[in-house]
C-alpha cells in the first residue's frame, strides 16, 4: 500500500514539475483559449509567440525574436521554426557560430520547414567565418531544396570571387529564371563579360539595365552604374561619341540628385 503511495506522489511531483515548466514559460491563457487536458490550447500559444517572434525578426528587433523563441524551446526542445527564427535573430547579431548551431538544428528536426532565407543566412554565416566553401555548399544545398534568386545571386558572386567565371555565367542564367529584370544580376553578367573583355556583350547587359531602369523610373545607382560602365566598354571600343554621351547624361543626372539633396537639408 505503501509502495502504490510513493508511486503517486512521485507521478504526482513529475507531473507538478512539468505543470510549472509551462507556467514559467508561458503565461495563463485567456478563458477560453485553453483546457486542464488539452495540448491545442498549448500548441496554440506557441504558434502565437512564434509569430510574435518572427515579427520581431522582421522588425529587426534581434533580442526580442531570441527571447520569444528561447521561451518556446524551454518548452518544446524540438520546434524547429523556434530553431530557425532564434538562428536567423543571432545572425542580425553577429553570432554567426550560433547561429548554424540552431539553424543546423531546426535542419535536422524539420527540414521541410525551412525557407530558403535558412540557407541564405547559413551561407552568409559561414562567410563570416571565412569558410567560404561550406557557403558554396549551404547555397547548393538550398537550390535543391528550396531554390532562389538570392541563393543563386551569392553563389555567383563567391564563383566570381574565386576566380569561376563561367560557372557564376550559369548560376547567373538561373537567378534571372526567378526575375528576368533583375538589373543585380544583369550587372553582375555585365561585369563578368568586362572582366573578360568581352565588351560587346557587356555593353548589351549595361544596356538591358539602362533600359529597365528608364521605363521604371528607377536612375538610381544600379542605372548609374550601369550607364558609367557602359561608357567605360564605348570608349574602350572607340565609341567616342557614345561614350560622351553616356558621360553627359550621368553629369547632368548627377547634378539633378544634389539638387534634390540640397532641397531636402533645407
Given amino acids: 500500500m505503501k509502495s502504490h503511495r510513493k508511486s503517486a506522489d512521485r507521478n ?3 507531473a507538478l514539475s ?6 514559467i514559460s508561458f503565461p495563463i491563457l485567456p478563458v477560453g483559449a485553453q483546457t486542464a487536458s488539452s495540448p491545442k490550447g498549448v500548441d496554440s500559444y506557441i504558434n502565437a509567440q512564434l509569430d510574435t517572434a518572427a515579427e520581431a525578426l522582421n522588425n529587426h528587433d534581434a533580442r526580442g525574436a531570441i527571447r520569444l ?7 518544446d526542445c524540438k520546434n524547429a521554426r523556434a530553431f530557425f527564427i532564434r538562428g536567423k535573430a543571432r545572425a542580425q547579431y553577429d553570432d554567426s557560430k ?8 531546426g535542419l535536422r528536426i524539420n527540414p521541410k520547414l525551412a525557407d530558403p532565407d535558412v540557407y541564405l543566412v547559413m551561407a552568409q554565416a559561414y562567410l563570416q567565418l571565412n569558410e567560404p566553401q561550406r557557403a558554396l555548399h549551404m547555397l547548393e544545398e538550398g537550390n535543391l531544396q528550396k531554390p532562389s534568386l538570392e541563393l543563386y545571386k551569392l553563389k555567383a558572386s563567391i564563383k566570381i570571387l574565386h576566380g569561376h567565371d563561367q560557372e557564376a555565367l550559369l548560376d547567373i542564367e538561373k537567378a534571372l529564371t526567378f526575375d528576368p529584370y533583375s538589373r543585380t544580376m544583369l550587372l553582375l553578367r555585365g561585369s563578368i563579360y568586362d572582366h573578360n573583355h568581352d565588351y560587346v556583350h557587356a555593353i548589351k547587359e549595361y544596356s538591358r539595365v539602362i533600359e529597365i531602369s528608364t521605363k521604371g523610373n528607377l536612375k538610381d545607382s544600379n ?3 550601369a550607364t558609367k560602365k557602359r561608357a567605360d566598354d564605348y570608349e574602350k571600343t572607340g565609341k567616342k561619341e557614345l561614350a560622351h554621351t553616356d558621360l553627359e547624361t550621368l553629369k547632368k543626372e548627377s547634378s539633378s540628385w544634389e539638387k534634390d539633396l540640397f532641397e531636402v537639408a533645407k
Fill in 12 to 14: 504526482l511531483q513529475a
Fill in 69 to 75: 523563441a528561447t521561451a518556446v524551446l524551454n518548452a
Fill in 98 to 105: 550560433n547561429a548554424l548551431i540552431d539553424l543546423s538544428m
Fill in 223 to 225: 542605372w548609374m552604374q
Fill in 18 to 23: 512539468v505543470l510549472s515548466l509551462l507556467a
